[in-house]
């Protein structure tokens, strides 16, 4: 008999930062539709793909600008980063100092002096 993981008692508060290939293909496709996360906001400098979260992911909302979501991150407590990979360092710093749980999309940073300052 195995045992299951307890469920959260809500969902956890997700932010996907960058809609491209791996935000939208891996993370917003694997999430969208799990009980245990609810995506509620969505960071992509293109129109086209925040307009498709919003009309895809309910009560998602989205900035064009990655600084007008961490001044108002609606209620993330979750942010995955998805960007560019030259962006993975500097942002993870600043979401988790702004007290946010953070996943990395792959690279994690681009040296290791950056990726001990995420540490």
């Known amino acids: ?36 996360y609810q995506i509620v906001a969505a960071v992509d400098p293109e129109t086209a793909r925040r307009k498709e979260a919003e ?13 007008d979501f961490l001044k108002d991150p609606n209620g993330a407590e979750l942010a995955i980063i998805a960007t560019q990979s030259h962006d993975h360092g500097p942002q993870a710093i600043e979401a988790l100092k702004a007290g946010l749980h953070v996943l990395v999309e792959k690279p994690m940073a681009l040296t290791l002096r950056e990726a001990d300052r995420m540490i």
């Open 1 to 36: 008999m195995t045992k299951e993981s307890p469920k959260p008692l809500r969902p956890i508060r997700t932010a996907v930062i960058g809609l491209g290939r791996a935000g939208w293909s891996i993370h917003v496709k694997g999430l969208k539709d799990r009980p245990d």
């Open 55 to 67: 009309q895809t992911l309910p009560g998602c909302k989205t900035y064009a600008k990655w600084n």
